[in-house]
């Protein structure tokens, strides 16, 4: 069987897996995508929305999921509160969460980004405003991008992966997937060496 790369904006409340509990409210991947014989490169949490890039290239799948290689992966990351520049100079500088310390992370405001409404929408509250922050990891914790938010004070409403290395999550709608182009897959392929 000849490699397949896929990517697919997972949407909010589908599980990045294809199997599925019976109890479960939550969708899977197979749900949306009928492909066979690939799997998800990393994951997203439930609760987390965007970038899923899928693959049946194992040599592949551990290059960008290993830690030690340090793959990027950004995110949009809506928070409680407006972050002082102390808490983004602290992720920037890694936080500590439980007993780990994060790695550092490129950290910048971001303008409310332009992205299609989450279903259901985040809670809304009159008197706390929220803003947005773009945030870089090159690790891969459990749920690490809210636990960072909290340990600085600004609790994440609303996660979306936009970009794993040079692969962007562009116009592609939630629950939509397509095959990568020529050009990512060779740019994709040249960052794994």
């Keep these: ?5 896929l990517l697919f904006h997972k949407p909010y409340n ?12 939550a969708r899977s991947l197979k749900d949306f995508i009928d492909v066979p014989e690939v799997y998800p490169v990393g994951r997203l949490d439930r609760d ?3 970038l899923l890039l899928l693959t049946n290239n194992g040599r592949l799948q551990h290059r960008l999921s290993d830690p030690k290689f340090r793959h ?6 809506q928070v409680e509160q407006m972050p002082t520049a102390v808490a983004l100079q602290q992720l ?24 299609p409404p989450r279903d259901p929408p985040i809670r809304y509250r009159k008197q706390i405003p929220t803003a947005w922050i773009e945030l ?4 891969g914790k459990n749920r690490q991008v809210r636990r960072m938010t909290a340990a600085v004070g600004f609790p994440t409403l609303r ?13 592609l709608r939630p629950g939509d997937w397509r095959d990568l182009t020529a050009a990512e897959l060779k740019m994709l392929v040249e960052n794994m060496r």
């Design 159 to 171: 996660l979306v992966r936009v970009a794993i290395g040079t692969l962007r999550l562009g116009q």
């Design 48 to 50: 987390s929305e965007g």
């Design 136 to 139: 870089t990891l090159r690790e």
């Design 92 to 115: 920037r500088e890694g936080v500590v969460i439980q007993t780990y310390r994060s790695r550092p992370a490129e950290v910048k405001r971001l303008d409310e980004p332009d992205l």
């Design 1 to 5: 069987m000849p490699d397949q790369y």
């Design 72 to 77: 990027p992966r950004t995110y949009w990351v």
């Design 14 to 25: 589908v599980l990045s897996q294809f199997g599925q509990q019976a109890d479960s409210p």
